[in-house]
């Protein structure tokens, strides 16, 4: 009797059409439309141990700074995290590549000083869930670095933007959403807005659904002492299970 084929597992994210596309238009984007340069802000002074969610082809990983002592770059997409690994090669700084979705870290909480999240929020299938998955694995003080595109501030592209999220978009993209509100899902999350600009891209140049952007870091809270004193109930012990039998530490 013939061995049974063992199924091969289906990644969290599977778009192949796009990640080709992504792959040739970033590395465009990073030199002519100075999105290289806007990586090199958001990584700024970044240190100690790091988790980039959504790392794509791994464009951020030479912008990180060598204080940085390791980062885990989490990326669903098979063929988007074959190339982050061929870029994480390259660099100086400890890049791990490991395959897993926004929704579900798989690390331990509190394993991190720094999350970075660089064009990624806007196709994440659930945004308040991923953010709390972030929060998670941050420890208390963390940031939240973020690079985002979002709704624009002008009625006229915001009614266009939501036309297109409701229609073709998603769908030719990724994924992707223009009308979501990074700055609002942030706070909703948790985290305490801390030095953010809002920026176009590019900044010269045609107006595209996806160019309002916001740029900035977030903290995770230090917890309330009053509430650390209160006895876990049934109800927090559900809500925070521990980690699970796959988590990274």
Known sequence: MRPRARAVPRDAVHHPVFAR???RFSVSADKRGGIAAHRDELLAGVSGRVIEIGAGNGLNFAHYPGSVSEVVAIEPERSLRMLASQAARRVEVPVD?????????????????VAVASLVLCSVRDLP??????????????????????LAP???LARTQRMLDRTVWPLLFGGCHTAREPLAAIEAAGFQLGTHRRLMVPEHGPTVPSSPCVLGVARRPFPDPERAREPATEATLERNPGPGPDERP
């Open 97 to 113: 590549v490991v395959p897993g979705a926004a929704e579900a870290l798989p690390v331990k909480s509190e394993a991190f000083d």
């Open 154 to 156: 002008g009625k006229g």
């Open 21 to 23: 596309f992504y792959a």
């Open 129 to 150: 869930r991923a953010l709390a998955e972030i929060k998670r694995v941050l420890r208390p003080g963390g940031e939240l670095r973020f690079f985002e595109h979002g």
